[in-house]
């Protein structure tokens, strides 16, 4: 197990809705935390300075936009982050994928070694694809990856970041899995504390059909033809198992 007190974490993202809770939790565990907000942009590498740091969490990410700059930011942007991480001999990157990079589960539940898609036509996921062929390919890098689900802040049940998109696209009946803020970002930390090299991790939590979530109602009214119009993004089921994150 790593002992995180006093360990030097570099959080990129660290202002967004994920980033900002793991940071504060990982300072009060006396972790020596540097967050880059979305002011340091990770297109340009003088913004990575990683020199002393041991760990690298990988969070940021444009979620919607013009298509160059999504692209620019999760693919370029990791990129850099790899090519920074390894000059500066990082013992360890965790990077922040998405369940979206998974195809269509059809109602059986998946885990960590179930097929991804090889692109999407939303540029956000196809994004993240892409990127995570960049760190998939990666070698010199001691790196465990991480597919969280649908993120629901804690007390309000708000739909945070992608998970706005996955819970929009798709039909009633399907199966769409989601967890809380606070268990993704205690997810997070219990990998950094017992997760091996190479290791993957889904971060989710209960496995829901989407016609159970009242809240969702208004937006599940849209027809689902409607929805991948204006969304770019297949309906698909994402049911997804939590059990190895759990082990541990």
Excluded at 77 to 87: P, Q
Excluded at 133 to 150: A, H, Q, R, T, W
């Amino acid at each position: 197990m790593l002992k995180l007190k006093n360990k030097k974490i570099l959080v990129t993202g660290g202002s967004g809705n994920i980033g900002r809770v793991l940071v504060k939790k990982l300072r009060k565990q006396g972790v020596k935390v540097i967050s880059l907000s979305s002011k340091n942009d990770i297109r340009k590498k003088e913004n990575l300075d990683f020199d002393g740091v041991d760990t690298v969490v990988h969070l940021a990410a444009k979620l919607n936009g013009e298509k160059d700059e999504i692209y620019d930011v999760n693919v370029e942007g990791t990129k850099n982050v790899i090519e920074e991480a390894k000059k500066a001999r990082v013992k360890r990157l965790i990077y922040v994928s998405t369940i979206m990079v998974f195809v269509d589960t059809k109602g059986i539940i998946r885990d960590e070694n179930y097929k991804k898609k090889k692109r999407d036509s939303n540029w956000y996921a196809d994004s993240k694809i892409q990127a995570l062929k960049l760190v998939e390919k990666e070698k010199k890098l001691s790196i465990n990856v991480l597919y969280p689900s649908v993120v629901l802040a804690n007390k309000s049940k708000k739909l945070l970041g992608s998970g706005k998109l996955m819970s929009l696209v798709g039909s009633r009946e399907r199966r769409c899995n989601y967890v809380s803020l606070e268990r993704v970002t205690n997810m997070i930390i219990k990998v950094l504390e017992k997760g091996k090299k190479g290791e993957d991790f889904i971060l989710g939590g209960e496995n829901i059909m989407m016609k159970d979530f009242w809240w969702l109602g208004k937006f599940l009214r849209v027809p689902n033809f409607a929805l991948k119009m204006i969304l770019g993004s297949s309906p698909t089921d994402m049911y997804f198992s939590s059990k190895k994150i759990n082990s541990i």
